[in-house]
């Protein structure tokens, strides 16, 4: 499996901004994925999450309320949508995929076996 995140740029607070992360290889409904993030001087961390046949999603604290991840398996692609924007959450966003995550793996980002190449939000005050 190969990803492809896109979509990030530069926004002012409040703003919102979709992130896509598109799959090639194989049948993309069968893996796990989720949206890391890591600020500059940061470690990584989880964003959100969402099964392979997208029934079940999980979020991060810090995210709830505001991102939604979805994903079109018909189109191999997932997606981060980002709403109310905040300065903290300038980051460079990563997509990561695994076949088959139990719920509580979702936040570990040493399980997953695919990345993307990631691509940056900046949220200016």
């Known amino acids: 499996v190969q990803l492809q995140a896109s979509g990030g740029g530069l926004v002012q607070a409040g703003d919102s901004l979709r992130l896509s992360c598109a799959a090639s290889?194989?049948?993309?409904?069968?893996?796990?994925a989720s949206w890391f993030r890591q600020a500059p001087g940061k470690e990584r961390e989880f964003v959100a999450g969402?099964?392979?046949?997208?029934?079940?999603?999980y979020y991060a604290d810090s995210v709830k309320g505001r991102f939604t991840i979805s994903r079109d398996n018909t189109r191999n692609t997932v997606y981060l949508e980002m709403n109310s924007l905040k300065p903290e959450d300038t980051a460079v966003y990563y997509c990561?995929?695994?076949?088959?995550?139990?719920?509580?793996?979702?936040?570990?980002?040493?399980?997953?076996?695919?990345w993307g190449q990631g691509t940056l939000v900046t949220v200016s005050s």
């Open positions: 990561a995929a695994k076949y088959y995550l139990a719920s509580y793996d979702y936040p570990r980002s040493h399980m997953y076996d695919y």
């Open positions: 969402i099964s392979g046949n997208g029934v079940s999603t």
């Open positions: 290889g194989r049948s993309f409904s069968n893996y796990a």
